[in-house]
């Protein structure tokens, strides 16, 4: 019998392609009114990788992320996810698609009125048969897994610190054991010990569960310690991909003030430093 994912079934396997890219964006374009955010964007993300999407404040990072999971209907081009095609996907194969990824959003987005056991474990019971009880077991496990203690599944988000709160979400993003994984800012707001922890975390679980990663992040550390590949925004479009430590030889003006600064350098010195 073939073994699928916890949370998918065999007619989620049937109906999303096994191989080949993660994502394929091709021709992308985004406005508002007359404002353009992406012309001609292409990418395309490979299986199993981490990939950091970096760009300056109002590059359309976040918007890019918000048209792959459905938040946006692009203006022009085409985006698909494990084969399928969005503008095409049926309902059912929509279903299909949220339950093969995760989201944690840059503020968390846990509901306040939830615990975090409840917040886990709200996508289980919204997409699966799962009973409240075997819902809130597997939550515990997600939560243990984002390196929380288990204590933290009975309180509420106000009563934990931002990078609990930052686990938290991670958590519920892993609810449904996720192929694809999106993350916004995923470090942002937290003291550098916090953020290292968090880096060595998701390393563990892309290691240990064979994640693909799409990964918002301004912070240097994370480029050099946890992705495979690096996307820069600029110029409304992907002007380069590549792993961080070759893109530090482009010529490109945003990627050499961004890479070649002073915390740039020191990013990379950390970075060597813990290679091996």
């Given at each position: 019998?073939?073994?699928?994912?916890?949370?998918?079934?065999?007619?989620?396997?049937?109906?999303?392609?096994?191989?080949?890219?993660?994502?394929?964006?091709?021709?992308?374009?985004?406005?508002?009114?007359?404002?353009?955010?992406?012309e001609n964007l292409d990418l395309t993300v490979r299986r199993g990788e981490v990939l950091g999407i970096?760009?300056?404040?109002?590059?359309?990072?976040?918007?890019?992320?918000?048209?792959?999971?459905?938040?946006?209907?692009?203006?022009?081009?085409?985006?698909?996810?494990?084969?399928?095609?969005?503008?095409?996907?049926?309902?059912?194969?929509?279903?299909?698609?949220?339950?093969?990824?995760?989201?944690?959003?840059?503020?968390?987005?846990?509901?306040?009125?939830?615990?975090?056991?409840?917040?886990?474990?709200?996508?289980?019971?919204?997409?699966?048969?799962?009973?409240?009880?075997?819902?809130?077991?597997?939550?515990?496990?997600?939560?243990?897994?984002?390196?929380?203690?288990?204590?933290?599944?009975?309180?509420?988000?106000?009563?934990?610190?931002?990078?609990?709160?930052?686990?938290?979400?991670?958590?519920?993003?892993?609810?449904?054991?996720?192929?694809?994984?999106?993350?916004?800012?995923p470090t942002a707001g937290l003291d550098p010990i916090g953020a290292a922890a968090f880096d060595e975390?998701?390393?563990?679980?892309?290691?240990?569960?064979?994640?693909?990663?799409?990964?918002?992040?301004?912070?240097?550390?994370?480029?050099?310690?946890?992705?495979?590949?690096?996307?820069?925004?600029?110029?409304?479009?992907?002007?380069?991909?590549?792993?961080?430590?070759?893109?530090?030889?482009?010529?490109?003006?945003?990627?050499?003030?961004?890479?070649?600064?002073?915390?740039?350098?020191?990013?990379?010195?950390?970075?060597?430093?813990?290679?091996?």
């Amino acid at each position: 019998m073939k073994e699928t994912r916890p949370g998918r079934n065999a007619t989620d396997e049937e109906l999303l392609e096994q191989e080949g890219p993660a994502i394929i964006i091709e021709g992308l374009c985004t406005r508002f009114g007359d404002h353009v955010v992406h012309e001609n964007l292409d990418l395309t993300v490979r299986r199993g990788e981490v990939l950091g999407i970096v760009g300056g404040s109002g590059s359309g990072k976040s918007v890019l992320l918000n048209s792959i999971i459905g938040l946006r209907e692009p203006d022009a081009g085409s985006i698909t996810v494990f084969g399928q095609q969005l503008e095409r996907a049926s309902r059912r194969r929509w279903s299909a698609l949220e339950r093969s990824w995760g989201v944690l959003f840059q503020g968390g987005a846990l509901f306040s009125n939830l615990t975090i056991r409840e917040n886990v474990a709200a996508p289980m019971l919204e997409h699966t048969r799962l009973s409240r009880q075997d819902a809130h077991e597997l939550a515990d496990l997600k939560i243990a897994m984002a390196g929380l203690r288990p204590e933290a599944g009975s309180l509420k988000p106000s009563e934990l610190s931002g990078g609990m709160r930052k686990r938290a979400g991670l958590a519920r993003a892993l609810a449904l054991d996720p192929e694809l994984v999106f993350l916004d800012e995923p470090t942002a707001g937290l003291d550098p010990i916090g953020a290292a922890a968090f880096d060595e975390l998701l390393k563990d679980l892309c290691d240990s569960l064979d994640l693909t990663v799409f990964m918002i992040t301004h912070d240097l550390d994370s480029l050099y310690k946890v992705t495979d590949r690096v996307a820069v925004i600029a110029d409304k479009t992907v002007v380069a991909v590549a792993p961080v430590r070759e893109l530090e030889h482009s010529e490109h003006p945003w990627i050499q003030e961004y890479l070649l600064g002073e915390r740039g350098r020191a990013a990379r010195g950390r970075g060597r430093g813990s290679e091996g």
